[in-house]
């Protein structure tokens, strides 16, 4: 037996709002953990202070917690991010032998 659409319609809203509150609220440093470990929070680097990148945001450790950046904060680090992924990209790419190079 399948679900009504009424409960479908809350299934979603469920989903949303879970997202939403997980968006806006602190995670404990454990809970942040756990996401890194899961793949769905990625660390920006290994340097003290690194942010991380969860459910479509910026996060950085505050006291015992993982704090949400403001929205301009986001787009900002989203914009570095995008940089520095190109420019390892580049490097990377120029650092690979050509087929010249390995004989």
């Not at 910026?58 to 787009?75: C, D, I, M, S």
């Amino acid at each position: 037996m399948g679900l009504s659409d009424g409960q479908l319609s809350s299934l979603t809203n469920f989903a949303t709002a879970r997202a939403e509150r997980l968006r806006s609220g602190p995670v404990s440093i454990e809970a942040m953990r756990q996401h890194m470990d899961a793949g769905d929070a990625v660390l920006l680097g290994d340097f003290p202070g690194a942010p991380v990148r969860f459910v479509e945001r910026w996060w950085r450790a505050g006291e015992g917690w993982w704090e949400p950046l403001e929205e301009a904060a986001v787009t900002a680090l989203d914009e570095q991010a995008r940089r520095w992924a190109l420019s390892q990209r580049a490097v990377f790419t120029q650092q690979v032998p050509g087929p010249a190079e390995r004989e």
